[in-house]
């Protein structure tokens, strides 16, 4: 069965393994991207996302099957929540009212490891509230040192999974028998990491902050198979997941028991 997939930041990096995936298996892809893709569309503001979203349903003629949102930055700047937060849930909510008339509607957002790694309280919880304003007043205040920069990208990957976590199981989604996860990738080898892994500093650091024990750093094509997976039809139950796709970094940075915080105390 061919589908109609919408998948941001189609150009380049994970976007672009996803919609090879995808048009290989002879499933329909709007791409949606800076430029290099069906449309062209600026994800780091409220017009664009929305230009954005209406010219993809356009181009799908009104039918849309899943939507994957890949696209995503990674510098130490506020733009990086306005993109990889509200560029995914804004971009999402507008595309929800078509998707939720498909027979099968999916839809999965590109996450990240670094949501396990220290964050900004503050500016999680403006974007969690839909401030982007605040959000990006914290986040230009955040990128005046480099320690403060890197929050604003390890919070944007923060909130966008509790925000799949908080929504996925609303009417608005699993009451629309929408499910709606996320994949959290380790070190992908992309364009975007190439500079950061080319030196011997810049490994060290990486390898430090994302321990990879299985198959070491990944290809985009890791995270493709998963994302199609999970908007395909065959996922019918899962609801709100992250999934750490990481070559065990979550499971030697976070351990082997994530359970007993709900333990009853022991007397």
């Known amino acids: 069965m061919t589908r109609t997939y919408v998948v941001t930041g189609s150009a380049s990096g994970i976007g672009a393994a996803t919609t090879s995936l995808l048009r290989a298996q002879g499933h329909t892809v709007i791409g949606v ?6 449309v062209a569309g600026d994800l780091s503001t409220h017009d664009g996302r929305i230009a954005a979203a209406e010219a993809a349903i356009e181009a799908a003629d009104g039918s849309i099957d899943a939507v994957i949102a890949c696209a995503g930055i990674a510098a130490p700047i506020a733009k990086t929540m306005a993109i990889n937060f509200f560029g995914v849930t804004e971009f999402l909510e507008a595309l929800r009212p078509t998707l939720s008339l498909a027979d099968t509607p999916r839809a999965a957002v590109v996450s990240s490891m670094a949501s396990l790694q220290p964050v900004s309280a503050e500016l999680v919880d403006a974007a969690l509230a839909g401030d982007e304003a605040r959000a990006l007043e914290i986040g230009d205040r955040l990128a005046a040192t480099p320690e403060g920069g890197f929050l604003n990208y390890s919070s944007s990957k923060r909130a966008v999974s509790r925000w799949v976590r908080r929504e996925s199981v609303t009417p608005a989604w699993a009451g629309a028998g929408i499910p709606l996860n996320a994949v959290a990738p ?30 070491y750093h990944q290809p985009a094509s890791s995270i493709a198979e998963l994302l199609v997976w999970l908007t395909s039809p065959a996922n019918t139950h899962m609801a709100g997941q992250t999934i750490y796709c990481d070559g065990g970094a979550d499971a030697v940075l976070r351990g082997d028991d994530i359970w007993s915080w709900n333990d009853a105390p022991q007397s």
């Open 186 to 215: 380790g070190t992908v080898i992309t364009a975007m990491t190439a500079g950061l892994l080319g030196s011997p500093e810049g490994l060290a650091q990486v390898d430090a902050a994302v321990p990879m024990p299985l198959n």
């Open 33 to 38: 991207d800076l430029a290099g893709a069906e």
